[in-house]
């Protein structure tokens, strides 16, 4: 099946420092990638929509200034944490579609990102 | 919005039994229902998955069942090894809202099969 690399795996970081997080779609083009993050033994709870070429969709409740979405490409998608606070620290994963799937398209998760925030 | 609720949040069984975890949502409009597994620290991974178009779909172990009239699906995993312990996620989608892979989650539910 297809790939979706994230990285990094794992980052532990400062308060009021940022974090940048990447999604890439390894061997497919993806016009739309999705972020979610998940607390401890909690659901998957999504973030926003990146679309490549303009600007992200985010749900409810997700401040776009404080996460930070780029998809300047059809392979990349990053997010970024700013002015992190340790209540920012959770598992952030992506994922992605085909280009042009239709009915039979699947979505693919990247591994995640733990981050901590100290 | 959608909204997906899932029950139990923990299903406990013995090797060899049936496990069936339940999901029903609100938006009459969605028409995409996959299950995903996710073991600790990783990436959710798709088991399942089946459209508005059919009541039932089986792989091997696994089967899913959708009630559309109810609103609900359900996950059944026969024969259960251990190796199926984790935690299952379903999900729904609405095309017309963000396309079929704008997924929105249920709870989860975390399975331990005790040998």
């Known amino acids: 099946g297809a790939v979706v690399s994230q990285h990094p795996s794992r980052v532990i970081c400062k308060s009021g420092t940022s974090v940048k997080i990447e999604c890439r779609s390894l061997d497919f083009q993806a016009t739309t990638m999705f972020w979610y993050r998940q607390f401890p033994k909690q659901s998957l709870m999504l973030m926003a929509t990146s679309n490549e070429g303009s600007k992200a969709t985010y749900e409810q409740g997700v401040e776009k200034d404080k996460f930070l979405i780029n998809h300047a490409s059809l392979t990349l998608s990053t997010l970024t944490v700013t002015s992190a606070h340790p209540e920012d620290s959770s598992f952030y994963i992506c994922?992605?579609?085909?280009?042009?799937?239709?009915?039979?398209?699947?979505?693919?998760f990247g591994s995640g990102t733990q981050l901590s925030v100290l | 919005g959608e909204n997906v609720e899932q029950h139990p949040s923990t299903l406990s069984v013995q090797e060899g039994d049936s496990a069936v975890i339940k999901c029903t949502y609100s938006?009459?409009?969605?028409?995409?229902f996959p299950w995903y597994k996710q073991e600790l620290g990783k990436r959710p991974q798709l088991i399942i998955d089946i459209r508005s178009n059919v009541g039932e779909k089986k792989d091997q172990r696994i089967a899913v069942t959708l009630n559309k009239t109810a609103k609900h699906f359900s996950l059944h995993i026969t024969e259960t090894q251990p190796e199926d312990s984790a935690v299952y996620f379903c999900?729904?989608?609405?095309?017309?809202?963000?396309?079929?892979?704008?997924?929105?989650f249920g709870a989860g539910t975390r399975l331990a099969v005790h040998p």
């Open positions: 938006d009459s409009a969605s028409n995409y």
């Open positions: 999900a729904a989608s609405n095309p017309f809202s963000g396309g079929y892979n704008k997924l929105i």
């Open positions: 994922s992605a579609h085909l280009t042009g799937g239709g009915r039979n398209e699947k979505l693919f």
